[in-house]
Nanobody, 115 residues
Framework: QAQLVESGGGLVHPGGSLRLSCAAS????????IDWYRQAPGKQRELVAG???????NYADSVKGRFTISRDNAKNTGYLQMNSLKAEDTDVYSC?????????WGEGTEVTVSS
């Protein structure tokens, strides 16, 4: 069964770091585009970062220079390294895996940035 499972969220102080993981199973992971999104209650979902099957990356302006997306195809896992976290980064972060018209989503992991 195809699924994505996110992990690595939690509570961190402003300026701190977290590394989110997106573990895939049941798909040919290396073929998929991996995206990280975030969404807070009542707010629109925002694309944070994406990485193509060939390793090309893109970032939202709000996270450029602070977040780094990567993937390990041997481990079927995508990552989002988040540094210099700010209070406004507090959200539920979800990953998606896309191949053509097919998209698979995880349940999300909560990130709270607070002093």
């Amino acid at each position: 069964q195809a699924q994505l499972v996110e992990s690595g969220g939690g509570l961190v102080h402003p300026g701190g770091s977290l590394r989110l993981s997106c573990a895939a199973s049941g798909i040919m992971f290396r073929l998929y585009v991996i995206d990280w999104y975030r969404q807070a209650p009542g707010k629109q979902r925002e694309l944070v970062a994406g990485i193509s099957s060939t390793g090309t990356t893109n970032y939202a302006d709000s996270v450029k220079g602070r977040f780094t997306i990567s993937r390990d195809n041997a481990k079927n896992t995508g990552y989002l390294q988040m540094n210099s976290l700010k209070a406004e980064d507090t959200d539920v972060y979800s990953c998606s895996a896309k191949w053509g018209a097919y998209a698979l989503w995880g349940e999300g992991t909560e990130v709270t940035v607070s002093s």
